[in-house]
């Protein structure tokens, strides 16, 4: 029977020492149909191992309805690696951080009255273990000891950044063990002395996350843990974007150091990531240290492979890296390629944002949040009458709102701004179009409700008597197509409903060009690709050839602001924005 243990000093592979080389891959970040061959390409790097967190909320977005098929399918995802001849880890959280929406919490869960997120509270934990118990329905028999590729489990993530509550800790191992999970459990910290001791407990085997300073790190993660192998769990070969900011990017040089200096030191490794994907729809998740950060669409991580399943020079010097301690194969993934560049017109549609509500309420107090409406993220259109003009005053704006007085806009709230007050003219409604941007993955603001938090005045006096009516994006989406069609000429105004048809030769990968848009959302064939911002850094959307197919596809496009031409281009590759330097 294969093992997979701990040993002194290593990993231990039936008894024999073995270097963990892995690669991150969300399986929920790329399209099924690519699954096999982000993997493959991984093998191709040199890589022996695969590894993924499994986002909770992707699979149980609504409580009960548990989903693992199709993008969600984690078994096939495992098989997919042990067909590869590879090995696997598996990070289930169930918090994941990742830039993912809610770092992985279902909203259900977090919206619950009184619920205590990441610690030994019942109703959470209650939720949790039936989570798990999913989870390990799929990863057990895939484990190790049973002919299956799964040689790690990792417990929670970075706790010791949040919390310090060990019979959660212990929980999560006990719910993990009686599920029938023998391979050795891992936790991971960033090397600080508070987080590795809070982080962990003495019958996990603690690891590292870092992206420089290899030697220091696994020092310092030495001192917390005298014995065993060491490992970097989280090898940051690059970084997240968010709107609003710059590009990041890493020199592949320095990037490929770092790499040799943990193999050198005999550590094992994974890298986060070795192919970041993408956050289509309305997955991408958020960050709020003081000011609110929203992550893009992409998740390319200036990774080895791009969002796009392409080789870069980053791939090439790790290949290299890795060729010096391991065996690689001589085979390599084929290079970049341009996708075909076209533009075509966008008409119009007289579709608009009450064409697809759902399930709206009316005469609130104060206008319900997103939450109590059961709406995890997305658009919903709030209004009252307005008794009078004056400057209104909304408690926190989570996360943008656009403010219009019958029908015509006045201006923008802006979290990220910082924005609570407009002054708005004399009318007889006040709509609020508010959009959730992506809940916080990371620290405290994890969980938090989003819509017009803390009520709206006019003048100083409470504003009550509200509607709220939540849109359904993937039904907008759908209208347009069925809609009459009118050919735009010049800006279009939003909020506006666009569409288009365009022809391919073939299935192919394709980058939709974003600029001269406002801000909104695109889908290709019914796919929602994701959001797209003028304030960038990323200005293409990835559309993944799977969701493509030879002959007519079709394109939707809801702007929320204004649209200066009303044509889409395709470009031959990604513009992700540009660096700082
Ligand atoms: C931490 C988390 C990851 C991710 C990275 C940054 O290490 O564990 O989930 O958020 O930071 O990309």
């Known amino acids: 029977m294969p093992s997979f243990t701990i040993g002194d000093a290593d990993f231990l592979l039936d008894g024999e020492p073995h270097r963990i080389l892995s690669g991150a891959i969300h399986y929920f970040r790329v399209h099924p149909d690519d699954w096999a061959d982000r993997i493959r390409k991984a093998r191709l790097m040199g890589l022996n191992a695969v590894e993924t967190y499994v986002a909770w909320n992707a699979h149980e977005p609504v409580r009960g309805e548990w989903d693992a098929t199709g993008a969600n399918d984690l078994a096939r995802f495992l098989d997919l690696v042990a067909a590869e001849g590879m090995h696997a880890m598996v990070r289930p959280g169930p918090y994941i951080c990742a830039e993912w929406h809610n770092g992985g919490l279902p909203v259900w869960l977090t919206g619950m009255d009184g ?86 407990l003495p019958t996990l085997h603690r690891t590292g996350s870092f992206g420089s300073q290899a030697a220091e790190r696994l020092a310092t993660l030495r001192e917390h843990q005298p014995t065993g192998p060491l490992m970097c769990s989280e090898f940051w070969d690059g970084w997240f974007d968010w709107w609003g900011g710059a590009h990041h990017t890493t020199s592949a040089a320095d990037s490929a150091r770092e790499l040799d200096t943990l193999l050198a030191a005999g550590a094992s490794v994974n890298i986060y990531m070795f192919h970041g994907g993408t956050n289509s729809g309305l997955t991408n998740g958020a960050n709020d240290k003081g000011r609110y950060l929203p992550i893009t669409t992409s998740y390319d991580y200036d990774s080895p492979l791009d969002e796009a399943g392409d080789p870069t020079e980053k791939y090439e010097a790790f290949r290299e890296v890795i060729a010096r301690y391991s065996p690689v194969p001589a085979e390599a993934p084929a290079a970049r390629a341009d996708r075909p560049a076209f533009t075509v017109p966008l008409a119009s549609t007289p579709v608009s944002m009450t064409d ?226």
Not at 142 to 153: A, W, Y
Not at 472 to 488: C, G, Q, V
Not at 496 to 525: K, M, S
Not at 564 to 579: H, N, Q, R, Y
Request: glycine letters at 12%.
């Open 115 to 200: 619920v205590g997120l990441r610690r030994s509270e019942p109703q959470y934990l209650e939720a949790v273990s039936g989570f798990l118990r999913r989870v390990y329905e799929i990863v057990v028999p895939r484990q190790i000891d049973r002919g299956g590729p799964v040689i790690l489990v990792q417990i929670e993530n970075e706790y010791g950044a949040y919390g310090d509550d060990a019979d959660y800790l212990e929980e999560l191992v006990r719910l993990t063990r009686e599920a029938g999970v023998v391979v050795p459990l891992t936790t991971v910290d960033q090397p600080q002395p508070d987080m590795l001791r809070n982080g962990s």
């Open 356 to 581: 697809a509500v759902a399930l709206a309420v009316e005469g609130c107090d104060e206008p319900p949040t997103f939450d109590q409406l059961g709406r995890s993220s997305g658009l919903v259109r709030y209004t009252a009458s307005l008794p009078a003009g004056g400057v209104l005053v909304v408690g926190e704006v989570r996360d943008r709102a656009w403010v219009a007085v019958d029908g015509v806009r006045v201006g923008i709230l802006s979290r990220t701004r910082h924005d609570r007050a407009i002054a708005v003219p004399a009318g007889d409604t006040v709509e609020l179009l508010v959009e959730e941007q992506g809940r916080v993955n990371y620290a405290d603001r994890l969980g938090e409700p989003k819509g017009l938090i803390g009520g709206v005045t006019l003048d100083g006096v409470p504003l009550r008597g509200w509607a709220a009516q939540p849109i359904d994006l993937d039904r907008l989406a759908a209208s347009a197509l069925s809609a009459d069609a009118e050919s735009a000429h010049g800006p279009v105004a939003g909020p506006a409903v666009l569409r288009t048809v365009f022809a391919l030769a073939e299935a192919t990968d394709l980058f939709l060009d974003t600029a001269g848009w406002g801000t909104g959302f695109a889908f290709v064939n019914g796919f929602a690709l994701g959001r797209y911002a003028a304030t960038g850094p990323q200005r293409t959307l990835y559309v993944p050839r799977p969701v493509v197919r030879a002959g007519e596809n079709t394109l939707v496009v809801v702007e929320l602001e204004a649209v200066i031409e009303p044509a889409a281009s395709f470009v031959p590759g990604a513009l992700l924005g540009d660096t700082e330097e």
